[in-house]
């Protein structure tokens, strides 16, 4: 099971102070190498005793870790993360239950969602410095470490730097999945219905889409912004033909010292992609002076 279902699994059986201790090791997280449990009564108010009996269920869920050496602390790890973001949404009514994954990526997990009104949504949990700790020693390395706490901001950034594209984007009118909400390390954004241009075997018009995606860049670059990682995975098909580009934490604005290069290698990766496997004709450098001059 992964680490989303394990949340969604668990928040049926955490209540609402569990969830505080969770969010005060969270804010302890900021400060602390390891939170000391003081700092836990300091945030939530509790007694020592109600403190305990919370962490110590959160500790059964296996949602955090806990430390004796060289102070007693806690750790929260990616399932309570996730937990804490879902309990955040499912709070809200932005979503109502997770439903299947639908991308499994080295740095992102995607499942379908189902909002209050029965609109599937994506949810993508950005997941960076992910860590197992099946290996003791390793572990004991880790939390030796001051990167052990990295992965939470790591991957909170990546979401919020990927919904500020998604916005930039939407409002240029880029063919991109309307942006809904963001927490934590979770963005909802609209569900397309598709699949990556890299399943695809042949289309229609190949000219036309590969115009169509170029298009698509050209209102990107005039509104200041490069991918970075355009590619045929990081384009949809829907049912209707259309491109969506999606992907787009790693995204950088115009006038990055290496724009130039890097424009031409996204769309050089695209006009590539084309012109080897669909047979079209436009060579990169045609791409880019198209995607440039609109
Ligand atoms: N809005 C969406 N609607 C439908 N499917 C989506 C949506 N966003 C992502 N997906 C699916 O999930 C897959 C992974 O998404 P995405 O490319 O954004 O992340 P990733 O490649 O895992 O991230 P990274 O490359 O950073 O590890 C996509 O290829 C696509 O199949
Ligand atoms: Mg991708």
Same mark, same amino acid.
């Given at each position: 099971m992964s680490s989303a279902e394990k949340a969604a699994q668990i928040i049926t059986q955490v209540d609402k102070h569990d969830i505080r201790v969770l969010t005060a $090791?969270?804010?302890?997280? $900021? *400060?602390?190498? !390891?939170?000391?449990?003081? @700092?836990l009564i300091r945030i939530t108010g509790f007694s020592q005793g109600r403190l305990d009996f919370h962490l110590n269920r959160l500790y059964r869920n296996d949602l955090i870790y806990r430390q004796s050496d060289p102070y007693l602390g806690y750790l929260m790890n990616y399932t309570a993360y996730d937990l804490l973001a879902?309990? +955040? $949404? /499912? &709070? +809200?009514?932005? $979503?109502?239950f997770l439903g299947p994954s639908i991308g499994v990526g080295k740095e992102a997990d995607v499942f379908e969602g189902v909002t209050s009104e029965e609109v599937t949504v994506a949810l993508k949990f950005h997941r960076l410095g992910r860590t197992s700790f099946r290996d003791t020693k390793r572990k004991r390395e880790y939390l030796a470490e001051r990167r052990h706490t990295s992965w939470l901001h790591q991957s909170r950034l990546a979401a919020e730097f990927e919904f500020k594209a998604l916005q930039l984007m939407y409002e240029a009118g880029v063919s991109v999945p309307k942006p809904i909400h963001q927490n934590r390390h979770i963005i909802i954004m609209e569900y397309i219905k598709g699949v990556q241009l890299s399943d695809i075997i042949s289309l229609e018009?190949? @000219?036309e889409f590969l115009m169509s995606i170029l298009d698509n860049m050209r209102l !990107?670059? &005039? +509104?200041?912004v490069i991918h970075t990682d355009l590619s045929e995975y990081n384009i949809l098909i829907d049912e209707d033909g259309r491109d969506w580009i999606i992907d787009w934490p790693q995204y950088i604005l115009t006038d990055h010292h290496n724009a130039e290069e890097i424009l031409a290698r996204d769309i050089g990766n695209v006009a590539h992609y084309f012109k080897r496997k669909h047979e079209t004709s436009m060579s990169n450098? @045609?791409? /880019? @002076?198209?995607? *440039?001059t609109g």
């Open positions: $090791i969270e804010l302890g997280m $900021i *400060k602390f190498h !390891v939170v000391p449990p003081r @700092e879902l309990n +955040a $949404i /499912v &709070k +809200a009514r932005l $979503i109502d018009d190949p @000219e !990107v670059y &005039k +509104a200041g450098q @045609e791409a /880019v @002076e198209y995607v *440039k």
